[in-house]
């Protein structure tokens, strides 16, 4: 270790995209840090806050691979060990699926001080400002975040689908996040497992971008509607009776969740 005093890492959550949604605590630090650590997640609006001279970019690089998670996190080190201090911006909660609690723990086992700061999170406020709310009173007493990442039928699947059915069933939604390319596998999983074809399901893609789209279906329409939709990631599938609300509510929603994106449904 060099006798430099370390620097700071700030495990940030950007929120879904809309800068609005940024936390004051991340604005200050996004205006504050020697440099940001970011993919693209956060979206282009918050990216362009921060000027390009002071962001790393530790998403996919050229050749669609990942940065190695290991070399992230000694990046992080290394910063913070020659004195700066460091934002690694995460979109929406750094904890939400977003390996912030490896980075936090591998922070911490380096001796390298940090703090975190959580934001708000595309699997409630992505919908929200769509108008499905992910739970209410006479729909849903329940919610379920997963990964749709994993494929339902490989054996060693950490999820159990039939369970996760039984939760909705019971008066649950589901929020799949990263559930754009297996969702004929789990809407699949879930019928098999008794959920009833009718039962709806909202995507909302890019939620509070200027470019956002939401398109409402059924279990039994999904992939029609997000093929016909040419759904892309960063999307969010709520699935429940309390995505049928924004039907209800869409000629008066406003801001970023109403019609006014590309293709808003
Ligand atoms: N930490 C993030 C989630 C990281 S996993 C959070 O709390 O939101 C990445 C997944 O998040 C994407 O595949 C997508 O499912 C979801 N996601 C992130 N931002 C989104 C947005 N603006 N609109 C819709 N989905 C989003």
């Known amino acids: 270790m060099s006798d430099e005093t370390p620097g700071t890492v700030y495990l940030v959550g950007s929120g879904p995209g809309d800068p ?21 997640l956060p979206g282009p609006e918050i990216l362009d806050l921060v000027p390009e001279d002071r962001r790393e970019d530790v998403g996919k690089r050229a050749g669609g691979e990942r940065t190695p998670q290991a070399e992230t996190n000694s990046r992080l080190v290394d910063h913070a060990r020659a004195g700066r201090d460091v934002v ?19 922070l911490a086992r380096e001796g390298v001080p940090f703090e975190v700061v959580p934001g708000v999170t595309s699997a409630v406020g992505a919908p929200g400002v769509a108008g ?21 039928e490989k054996d060693d699947s950490a999820l159990d689908w039939t369970a996760l059915a039984a939760l909705v069933d019971a008066g649950g939604t589901l ?14 999983a879930l019928r098999d497992a008794g959920l009833p074809a009718d039962l709806p399901l909202a995507v909302v893609e890019r939620g509070t971008w200027p470019d956002h789209r939401t398109v409402v279906g059924t279990l039994e329409t999904a992939v029609e509607t ?31 969740g109403g019609d006014g994106g590309a293709d808003g449904g």
């Open 20 to 40: 609005g949604l940024l936390t004051v605590r991340a604005r200050d630090l996004l205006s504050e840090a020697d440099v940001v650590l970011h993919d693209k």
């Open 175 to 188: 929020v799949v996040l990263m559930g754009v390319g297996h969702l004929p596998d789990y809407a699949a």
């Open 132 to 152: 499905v709310p992910v739970t209410h009173r006479d729909h849903a007493s329940a919610v379920t975040v997963v990964t749709g990442h994993e494929d339902p």
């Open 88 to 106: 690694r911006l995460k979109g929406g909660d750094p904890f939400v699926f977003g390996r912030g609690g490896e980075e936090m723990e591998h």
């Open 226 to 256: 997000r093929d016909e939709a040419d759904v892309e990631p960063p999307a969010v599938v709520v699935i429940g009776e309390v995505a049928a609300t924004r039907e209800r509510v869409v000629e008066q929603l406003g801001g970023r």
